[in-house]
C-alpha cells in the first residue's frame, strides 16, 4: 500500500483544515488507518485512528472535539477534518496503515507509511 497524504498548510487559529491520506497499491478497505504528528526533536504521536469498518474511530485527548477522522473506501482515501485548530496542533502529519485494528497509538504498530503533509497554526 502506498499512502499520499495531503492537505496541509498554514492557518490562523481557531480555523480549520482537511487532510487527505489516497492509497493505491491494493485496495484500502481492509486496513486501519491512522494519522500521527510529529515536531521537530520529538517522537511521532498519535492523533486519530479509524477501522476499517468504518465503525470505530479513536482520537487522542488532545484533538478529541475538534478532529475528525473519516474514510471513503470507494475513492481509497481517508480524511481528517480538523476545526478549531490552535498553534500547538503546528507540525508534520503523517498517514499510515495497518491489516489489523485500529486501536492502537504505536507507531510501531503500523506498517505503511505516508510522506508527511506540514499543518501550521498561526496565533
Known amino acids: 500500500v502506498q499512502l499520499q497524504a495531503s492537505g496541509g498548510g498554514l492557518v490562523q487559529a481557531g480555523g480549520s483544515l482537511r487532510l487527505s491520506c489516497a492509497a493505491s497499491?491494493?485496495?484500502?478497505?481492509?486496513?486501519?488507518v491512522g494519522w500521527f504528528r510529529q515536531v521537530p526533536g520529538k517522537e511521532r504521536v498519535f492523533v486519530a485512528a479509524?477501522?476499517?469498518?468504518?465503525?470505530?474511530?479513536y482520537y487522542a485527548d488532545s484533538v478529541r472535539g475538534r478532529f475528525t477522522i473519516f474514510r471513503d473506501n470507494a475513492k481509497n482515501t481517508v480524511y481528517l477534518q480538523m476545526n478549531r485548530l490552535k498553534p500547538e496542533d503546528t507540525a508534520v502529519y503523517y498517514c499510515?496503515?495497518?491489516?489489523?485494528?485500529?486501536?492502537?497509538?504505536?507507531?510501531?504498530?503500523?506498517?505503511?507509511w505516508g510522506q508527511g503533509t506540514q499543518v501550521t497554526v498561526s496565533s
Open positions: 479509524i477501522s476499517w469498518t468504518n465503525s470505530s474511530s
Open positions: 499510515t496503515a495497518r491489516a489489523g485494528s485500529a486501536r492502537s497509538a504505536v507507531p510501531d504498530d503500523y506498517n505503511y
Open positions: 497499491g491494493r485496495p484500502f478497505g481492509s486496513y486501519a
